[in-house]
């Protein structure tokens, strides 16, 4: 099956920025396509973002449109996710998932792997 390790996080003030990782080990050539995911005590999983296989599309909620950023190496076996403008409302553990088609979801039914998560703490 697919590993996913996710790195990256920590405590950021308010504005700044953050560059999470997912580094994908196993069977991680098959056309999968990656997303991220994040989840506040108390409330439901989240989507943030997704991208194709390929990298040449990619998806967000308004809630981190024009903050938030997804990029994949498919040669490293690496998804990123660039966070700028970070607001104390984005404080959430964040997860990277990966799903067995080459188009993204937004759904997380949709994903059958995931990452162990990385805590993400933005301060006022």
């Known amino acids: 099956q697919v590993q996913l390790v996710e790195s990256g996080g920590g405590l950021v003030q308010a504005g700044g920025s953050l560059r999470l990782s997912c580094a994908a080990s196993?069977?991680?050539?098959?056309?999968?396509?990656m997303g991220w995911f994040r989840q506040a005590p108390g409330k439901e999983r989240e989507f943030v973002a997704a991208?194709?296989?390929?990298?040449?599309?990619?998806n967000y909620p308004d809630s981190v449109k024009g903050r938030f950023a997804i990029s994949r190496d498919n040669a490293k076996n690496t998804v990123y996710l660039q966070m700028n403008i970070l607001k104390p409302e984005d404080t959430a553990i964040y997860y990277c998932?990966?799903?067995?088609?080459?188009?993204?979801?937004?759904?997380?039914?949709?994903?059958?792997?995931w990452g162990q998560g990385t805590q993400v703490t933005v301060s006022s």
């Open positions: 196993g069977r991680t050539r098959s056309g999968y396509a």
């Open positions: 998932a990966a799903r067995t088609s080459t188009y993204y979801s937004s759904n997380s039914y949709d994903y059958a792997y």
């Open positions: 991208i194709t296989w390929s990298g040449g599309s990619t």
